[in-house]
């Protein structure tokens, strides 16, 4: 079991800049085992794919939106994943959860066992 915490959203306006970030605790594996990922879902849509990384953090996806914008990092020795956001757009606003699974990385929200209770992120225009 693993539970993840997301933290760090909040408020800011477009162009602005936030950095989130998630915090892995619990029995099992280490987190440095773990594929990690960003989703995110605003109200009436899917959830969807934003950013994973590799367990040893030296591979990262984005999706489209995401690309240039985003970065999804991860400190093992801290067993946290961030994902720094600029040039923020109100698009962009949405609950955003982190996730954990073993394997390679996924670009779709299933197959990734673990889930945290999301953070809302809003930019206003």
């Known amino acids: 079991q ?3 915490v997301e933290s760090g959203g909040g408020l800011v306006q477009a162009g602005g800049s936030l950095r989130l970030s998630c915090a892995a605790s619990g029995s099992g594996r280490t987190f440095s085992s773990y594929t990690m990922g960003w989703f995110r879902q605003a109200p009436g849509k899917e ?4 950013a994973t990384i590799t ?3 030296r591979t990262t996806y984005y999706a489209d939106s995401a690309k240039g914008r985003f970065t999804i990092s991860r ?5 946290t994943v961030y994902l720094q956001m600029k040039s923020l757009k109100p698009e962009d606003t949405a609950v955003y959860y982190c996730a954990a699974r073993f394997g390679r990385p996924l670009m779709v929200p ?3 066992a673990y889930w ?3 953070t809302q992120v809003t930019v206003s225009s």
């Open 55 to 57: 367990s040893g953090g």
């Open 110 to 112: 299933y197959d990734y």
């Open 75 to 79: 400190d093992n020795a801290e067993n």
């Open 116 to 118: 945290g209770q999301g």
């Open 2 to 4: 693993v539970q993840l």
């Open 47 to 50: 959830r969807e794919f934003v």
